[in-house]
């Protein structure tokens, strides 16, 4: 990214600050009108007017804003250049984007935080395929206020015709990519031509030049609503062991003050903000753009990814969501298909993500949607639905530019390969949601025909516990024992399953949330087909565990809970993996029975305590419970 060496003006309490980016195609001029509006804000250093003037005393405008080498040599801007520039009222960043389609990516990121977008239109050429390209990321990433430099208009010999005819262009063009207006000024940024100064040379046009355009424009803040709250963490800590924990994130929505009753989410704890910092003394209330420090009156879990909302009545809250309708712009060479794995970041946290469906592809030329396509392409938009490992806290991006926008990662090379927005942001339960797109298609052969067949009825055995409590010592041997005695069952280790079935998976409480769904999934399937399937999960929560007996509660399937309730004393003398003792070393975080809660089962089928029992013992008595249910009869 280049960045001017120019300090960034400190605006006055009464004076706005705008960003604007100006976009558009190659050799439109954007460079060369950015360099007339910093040389005629007198916003140059002189050793920089100097080193940008050739020997016959001609400034070169476009290399004032040129910040690359390689921009110079090649004559074109590769990379988002920052520059600032102020007037008597309004101070100003200005980006300087990319007009090459191969730099789409870059164009993205400088428009994504502009209030502004300053299309550049070659008078002579008219609207071009980026051109087009660059108004429909515009209106992507929520830019309000557009306004078209139509330049070159000298070229055209100052022709009133000709700027209607490219306006009449820029008119339709507006309604194409849902743009409310889009204003267009007659420039010739290479002789300043409406650019700070009124043109002589356009007598027909009674318009306001570009700056006066962008003094114009007035800005409003964000909703400065407590009921509005989105505090991201980003970093949870304990300056020393005589304070309490401070949460530090910057304010994106809404307000908060000292008193303020709050919640976090996803975890839905509530607590009061006891104390908060600013880097302001006299600021008592935090608001969206600022960076503040926040202490909670109760110690409740919260870390990095989390978010602090209001926790009033009526309180707007994001969607906890894990599936998510986007618009994004692919900015990656390989193609984005349905079925892809990436990784979503969203604000603060950074979640595994499926395309779940490529729903419609925007054509750059005409500016129609393609529905359902086979791919999306480098620097194609697109709308996709993409279902996350664990839940997102969401935002339409209409509603919240912050909440509502996020990247995509490829795992493997962790670099961006799209950039996008939230359109809409549904609540998935797992394990429970429907599917309204596809149907369950039974088999021709009856559950019944088969049982009977195989002398066997399917069944599950869902063993859970402690980590190191005997789970899986005590699903081998009942496998074995099954097998034995000529039974069909298969373990299903949650170590195994992480190989395959979960290998996008990570250790966070949602992704564990959905590894379990997983797995309840395989189990009732397994169980449907006449196989006795055995569990062997810590799976500390019961409401994940209540999914997978619901599951097969709901298919008519025996289901067999077995709590391992092995104490925690004894769990950590064995800790065969190390766990515990990483744990306890603070090397490891998120242990289930040291700082992460596991709810023991409130009425399992059977519990046991493997200290010092026989687990073949104990094994033949879970094999007598699918026994007493008719599991083993065949019936």
């Given at each position: 990214m280049t960045v001017t060496d120019q300090p960034v003006p400190h605006p006055a309490a009464n004076r706005q600050f705008l960003r604007l980016a100006t976009v558009g195609s190659v050799d439109d001029g954007k460079s060369t009108l950015i360099g007339r509006i910093?040389?005629?804000?007198?916003?140059?250093?002189?050793?920089?007017?100097?080193s940008v003037t050739g020997d016959d005393g001609q400034l070169d405008l476009a290399a004032l804003s040129d910040g690359l080498r390689a921009e110079r040599e090649q004559g074109i801007t590769i990379d988002v250049a920052y520059r600032f520039f102020s007037t008597d009222t309004r101070s100003y960043v200005l980006a300087d984007t990319?007009?090459?389609?191969?730099?789409?990516?870059?164009?993205?990121?400088?428009?994504?935080?502009?209030?502004?977008?300053?299309?550049?239109?070659?008078?002579?050429?008219?609207?071009?395929?980026?051109?087009r390209r660059h108004a429909r990321i515009a209106s992507l990433v929520g830019i309000k206020h557009v306004v078209a430099a139509v330049n070159k208009i000298d070229l055209v010999d100052f022709s009133g015709e000709r700027f209607a005819a490219v306006k009449a262009d820029l008119d339709e063009l507006a309604l194409q990519v849902g743009i409310d207006e889009i204003t267009a000024i007659p420039v010739a940024a290479r002789r300043g031509d409406n650019v700070v100064h009124r043109s002589p040379s356009t007598p027909w046009y009674t318009g306001p030049t570009l700056l006066e355009f962008l003094e114009?424009?007035?800005?409003?803040a964000p909703s400065p609503q407590a009921r509005e709250l989105r505090l991201p963490v980003q970093y949870a800590s304990r300056p020393s062991a005589a304070h309490r924990r401070v949460y530090s994130g910057?304010?994106?929505?809404?307000?908060?003050?000292?008193?303020?009753?709050?919640?976090?989410?996803?975890?839905?704890?509530?607590?009061?903000?006891?104390?908060?910092?600013?880097?302001d003394a006299a600021r008592t209330?935090?608001?969206?753009?600022?960076?503040?420090?926040?202490?909670?009156?109760?110690?409740?879990?919260?870390?990095?990814?989390?978010?602090?909302?209001?926790?009033?009545?009526?309180?707007?809250?994001?969607v906890v969501a894990r599936e998510l309708e986007a618009t994004v712009c692919w900015l990656a060479e390989k193609p984005l298909h349905a079925g892809d794995r990436v990784a979503?970041?969203?604000?603060?946290?950074?979640?595994?993500?499926?395309?779940?469906?490529?729903?419609?592809?925007?054509?750059?030329?005409?500016?129609?949607?393609?529905?359902?396509?086979?791919?999306?392409?480098?620097?194609?938009?697109?709308?996709?639905?993409?279902?996350?490992?664990?839940?997102?806290?969401?935002?339409k991006y209409s509603e919240n530019r912050d909440g509502g926008a996020f990247v995509l990662i490829d795992e493997a090379s962790n670099e961006t390969v799209a950039a996008g927005t939230i359109k809409d942001a549904r609540e998935v339960v797992p394990g429970k949601a429907t599917r309204n797109d596809i149907k369950w298609h039974p088999s021709s052969l009856a559950r019944n025909e088969r049982w009977r067949k195989t002398g066997q009825?399917?069944?599950?055995?869902?063993?859970?516990?402690?980590?190191?409590?005997?789970?899986?010592?005590?699903?081998?041997?009942?496998?074995?024992?099954?097998?034995?005695?000529?039974?069909?069952?298969?373990?299903?280790?949650?170590?195994?399953?992480?190989?395959?079935?979960?290998?996008?998976?990570?250790?966070?409480?949602?992704?564990?949330?959905?590894?379990?769904?997983?797995?309840?999934?395989?189990?009732?399937?397994?169980?449907?087909?006449?196989?006795?399937?055995?569990?062997?999960?810590?799976s500390p929560l019961r409401s994940d565990r209540e999914i997978a007996r619901e599951l097969h509660d709901a298919a008519d399937l025996d289901f067999v809970e077995v709590h391992v309730a092995t104490p925690v004393s004894e769990c950590e003398r064995r800790d065969p993996k190390g766990l515990?003792?990483?744990?306890?070393?603070g090397t490891l975080r998120g242990l289930t029975g040291v700082d992460a809660p596991y709810e023991k089962p409130e009425n399992p089928d059977l519990r046991f305590d493997t200290t010092g029992a026989d687990i073949n013992d104990l094994a033949q008595r879970i094999v007598g419970a699918l026994t007493e249910r008719g599991v083993l009869d065949g019936g």
């Open positions: 910093l040389h005629d804000t007198g916003s140059l250093p002189t050793d920089h007017i100097e990319p007009g090459h389609e191969r730099y789409t990516r870059n164009t993205f990121t400088g428009a994504s935080n502009a209030h502004v977008a300053v299309v550049l239109v070659d008078a002579q050429h008219g609207l071009q395929r980026q051109t114009s424009i007035e800005l409003s910057r304010v994106v929505a809404g307000t908060i003050a000292v008193g303020d009753e709050i919640a976090v989410l996803p975890s839905g704890s509530r607590s009061i903000v006891t104390a908060l910092d600013t880097l209330t935090g608001v969206a753009g600022l960076s503040v420090s926040v202490q909670l009156a109760d110690d409740i879990d919260v870390g990095r990814g989390d978010v602090i909302v209001s926790a009033a009545e009526d309180a707007h809250l994001p979503l970041k969203h604000g603060t946290t950074t979640v595994r993500a499926t395309v779940q469906s490529l729903d419609r592809r925007l054509d750059p030329d005409s500016l129609i949607e393609q529905v359902g396509p086979s791919s999306l392409e480098l620097n194609d938009i697109g709308t996709v639905t993409l279902r996350t490992s664990s839940v997102v806290l969401a935002d009825r399917g069944a599950t055995v869902w063993l859970t516990g402690l980590p190191a409590s005997g789970k899986s010592t005590l699903a081998v041997a009942l496998e074995r024992l099954l097998v034995t005695q000529g039974r069909v069952a298969y373990l299903l280790d949650g170590d195994n399953i992480r190989h395959g079935i979960s290998d996008d998976l990570g250790f966070s409480p949602g992704d564990r949330a959905e590894n379990i769904r997983r797995v309840g999934h395989l189990a009732r399937l397994f169980a449907d087909s006449g196989v006795i399937a055995i569990a062997s999960l810590v515990y003792r990483r744990a306890r070393e």
